[in-house]
Structure formats: structure tokens, C-alpha cells
């Protein structure tokens, strides 16, 4: 590529990530240590100051446990620099499973709202308060409105927000509709795998999808956390690290092409 397509490119870029971000000025990231990644998201790393959506597929978008540890995984390093608050409907967030994952649970509030309005409404007040860093919600659902008062509320001290999607158990999943978010993240739990020449299970792994990336691009990845429930490498997330790792030899990788079903005759 010449030097004056490859700026050409690179203007045009520029241009796009403005725009996506309404002419608002470059915000400060949360790395994720893998270049994989990193180089997927704008400016390095998942941005700060913005609201991202998790998703579960299946059964998760009722029960939101790989959902829920993935955010837990992904705001821990947050939850260090300040109050984390966590807002949710069902009473059924289980503390010592996150002081497993290595989220700082002294530093956690928890917030149970009577219906969906007030836990929107919950969010935005814990996100304009003083030395809060992170806010999680438990929704049904953020429609364009609600996300732009999301977005404006962490604009207001640089919090970082977290809308975690369940539905009802048993209630119909509300047909998803365009989205606000800085990032969209889908999220199932996957198979993990024992250290080289032991049994039994392994550090919990996920299936992450990031469906949506605002001034970035999507992929699909196999994460890990190697530290949590005393894994061996749990000092590391004490020093700031983040503790999501990505499964090299996996993530990023192309699906094989479906094949047909055989049918013995």
C-alpha cells in the first residue's frame, strides 16, 4: 500500500471514529493485555467514561451467571480504583463467588431495585456520585433514550457503566432494538481445561463475542481467568493486572465449516 492511500486510510478512519463518538475527545482505556484484542477496541483497550452491554445467549439471558462473572472479571481492575455499585432486581448476586473471581467486594454496593425504571434510574444516580468507578445493572433492556441518559450520566465524573441483560425466567426475550452502547459483548460460558498432566477442572473460560465496537471492530474470542478461585497466577491480579487472559492457541480463530450429517442407511 502507497504512503498516500495507507494516510488516506488513516484520515478516513479518524473521520469515522469522530463521528462515532460525536466529536467528543480521546478517553482513557482499560487494556486488556492482549494485542488480539487491544488492537480490536479504540484507543487500546475497553474505553472509560462509556456504558458497554453484556449479553447471554440460551438459558444465560435468564440466569446471567457466565454473563455476570465476565463483567465481575472485566470491572474488577475498576472496582480497585473506587466504589463499585451493583444494581439488580433478583436478590441472587452471590458475594463469595465474586471474592473467588477476585472482584474487591469490600468495595461493592449493592442496590436491589423494585422494577426495571428504578434500576435505570439507580444506575445513573450511582454513576454521577462521588468515587464511584463502576456501575453494573441487571436489565431487561436499555432502548435508545435510556442508553443516552447512560452515556451522559458517566460523562459526568468518568464512570464506567456495565448493563448486564436478563430477562424474567421464563418470560419471552424482548426483541433487541439498536443500541447506544460503546461496546457489546455476548457471552457464554465454555469447557475449561486442566494444567498439563492433571485432572479435574480448570480455570473458568469464556466464549466472548464483541458484537459491537464503537469507532473499533468486532471479533470473537476464548478468554480465561488463570487467578481465579486461588488460581496460581491470583497475586498478579493484586498488582493491577487484568485478570482476564485470552486463550491464545484459541481466540480469534475461524470456525470450521459445518458438515453435513451421515446417515447410515
Same mark, same amino acid.
Given at each position: 500500500?502507497?504512503?498516500?492511500?495507507?494516510?488516506?486510510?488513516?484520515?478516513?478512519?479518524?473521520?469515522?471514529?469522530?463521528?462515532?463518538?460525536? $466529536?467528543?475527545?480521546?478517553?482513557?482505556?482499560?487494556?486488556?493485555?492482549?494485542?488480539? *484484542?487491544?488492537?480490536?477496541?479504540?484507543? $487500546?483497550?475497553?474505553?472509560? $467514561?462509556?456504558? !458497554?452491554?453484556?449479553?447471554?445467549?440460551?438459558?444465560?439471558?435468564?440466569?446471567?451467571?457466565?454473563?455476570?462473572?465476565?463483567?465481575?472479571?472485566?470491572?474488577?481492575?475498576? =472496582?480497585?480504583?473506587?466504589?463499585?455499585?451493583? *444494581?439488580?432486581?433478583?436478590?441472587?448476586?452471590?458475594?463469595?463467588?465474586?471474592?473467588?473471581?477476585?472482584?474487591?467486594?469490600?468495595?461493592?454496593?449493592?442496590?436491589?431495585?423494585?422494577?426495571?425504571?428504578?434500576?435505570?434510574?439507580?444506575?445513573?444516580?450511582?454513576?454521577?456520585?462521588?468515587?464511584?468507578?463502576?456501575?453494573?445493572?441487571?436489565?431487561?433492556?436499555?432502548?435508545?433514550?435510556?442508553?443516552?441518559?447512560?452515556?451522559?450520566?458517566?460523562?459526568?465524573?468518568?464512570?464506567?457503566?456495565?448493563?448486564?441483560?436478563?430477562?424474567?425466567?421464563?418470560?419471552?426475550?424482548?426483541?433487541?432494538?439498536?443500541?447506544?452502547?460503546?461496546?457489546?459483548?455476548?457471552?457464554?460460558?465454555?469447557?475449561?481445561?486442566?494444567?498439563?498432566?492433571?485432572?479435574?477442572?480448570?480455570?473458568?473460560?469464556?466464549?466472548?463475542?464483541?458484537?459491537?465496537?464503537?469507532?473499533?471492530?468486532?471479533?470473537?474470542?476464548?478468554?480465561?481467568?488463570?487467578?481465579?478461585?486461588?488460581? =496460581?497466577?491470583?497475586?498478579?491480579?493484586?498488582?493491577?493486572? !487484568?485478570?482476564?487472559?485470552?486463550?491464545?492457541?484459541?481466540?480469534?480463530?475461524?470456525?470450521?465449516?459445518?458438515?453435513?450429517?451421515? !446417515?447410515?442407511?
Amino acid at each position: 500500500m502507497s504512503d498516500f492511500r495507507g494516510k488516506a486510510l488513516d484520515a478516513l478512519r479518524a473521520e469515522i471514529a469522530a463521528l462515532e463518538t460525536g $466529536g467528543r475527545s480521546a478517553t482513557a482505556v482499560l487494556p486488556f493485555g492482549a494485542p488480539e *484484542v487491544d488492537a480490536l477496541l479504540p484507543g $487500546g483497550g475497553l474505553p472509560l $467514561g462509556r456504558w !458497554h452491554e453484556i449479553v447471554g445467549p440460551g438459558l444465560e439471558a435468564e440466569t446471567g451467571v457466565a454473563p455476570a462473572a465476565f463483567t465481575a472479571l472485566m470491572a474488577a481492575p475498576l =472496582a480497585r480504583r473506587g466504589e463499585t455499585v451493583w *444494581v439488580f432486581r433478583r436478590d441472587d448476586l452471590f458475594a463469595p463467588g465474586l471474592t473467588g473471581l477476585g472482584f474487591p467486594t469490600e468495595r461493592l454496593i449493592q442496590v436491589c431495585a423494585r422494577d426495571e425504571a428504578e434500576t435505570l434510574s439507580v444506575m445513573e444516580d450511582a454513576l454521577s456520585a462521588v468515587g464511584v468507578a463502576a456501575v453494573v445493572g441487571e436489565v431487561e433492556d436499555v432502548d435508545l433514550t435510556a442508553g443516552r441518559r447512560l452515556q451522559l450520566a458517566c460523562e459526568r465524573r468518568g464512570a464506567t457503566c456495565f448493563a448486564l441483560r436478563r430477562r424474567p425466567f421464563g418470560g419471552t426475550a424482548r426483541r433487541e432494538a439498536g443500541s447506544t452502547a460503546a461496546t457489546r459483548w455476548r457471552v457464554a460460558s465454555a469447557p475449561s481445561a486442566p494444567p498439563q498432566g492433571e485432572f479435574g477442572l480448570g480455570a473458568p473460560r469464556f466464549e466472548a463475542a464483541l458484537e459491537r465496537c464503537r469507532g473499533g471492530r468486532t471479533g470473537a474470542f476464548l478468554f480465561e481467568a488463570p487467578g481465579a478461585f486461588g488460581g =496460581a497466577y491470583s497475586w498478579e491480579m493484586k498488582d493491577g493486572a !487484568h485478570p482476564l487472559r485470552l486463550v491464545a492457541d484459541l481466540g480469534d480463530r475461524q470456525l470450521a465449516p459445518a458438515q453435513p450429517d451421515r !446417515h447410515a442407511a
